[in-house]
């Protein structure tokens, strides 16, 4: 395997490094993401077991039907997971919001803007 340039590494880097796009800190979603996936699958088993609960008795009976069609017809909960963001996005999206926040005297933060996209080999500003 041939030696990277710094310009290789840094180009690696802002496409392979990851940062966090839950909207919350990184170290809470070691926790929360196992919480809300439990507080779904909760919620999942006692719909069904109240749902069953309401059909016991006689097979044959209507409210069995019913509690049957009201199982089926409900959208059992999932959580959905998603990869973080790469740091490019992240550096590119971060940098066009302060950008933004500046009022026009903000070519500090174009400029590092636009290596990023650079070096990504992106277009440059708008």
Do not use: C
């Not at 919620?43 to 077991?49: F, K, L, V, W």
């Not at 069995?64 to 973080?84: H, I, N, P, T």
């Not at 950008?99 to 080999?121: N, S």
Request: aromatic content about 4%; proline content about 3%; hydrophobic content about 25%.
């Amino acid at each position: 395997m041939r030696r990277k340039t710094p310009q290789e590494k840094k180009r690696l880097s802002y496409l392979k490094d990851r940062r966090d796009d839950y909207g919350e800190n990184a170290k809470s979603s070691r926790k929360n993401l196992p919480r809300s996936k439990a507080f779904a699958r909760r919620s999942n088993r006692a719909h069904e077991s109240l749902t069953l609960r309401a059909a016991t008795g006689n097979p044959d009976d209507v409210r069995a039907e019913a509690a049957e069609q009201r199982l089926l017809s409900r959208r059992r909960r999932v959580k959905r997971k998603w990869g973080d963001r790469a740091l490019a996005d992240y550096l590119d999206w971060k940098l066009d919001r302060r950008a933004g926040r500046e009022d026009g005297r903000a070519t500090r933060l174009i400029e590092a803007r636009d290596r990023v996209r650079r070096r990504l080999g992106r277009p440059d500003s708008d």
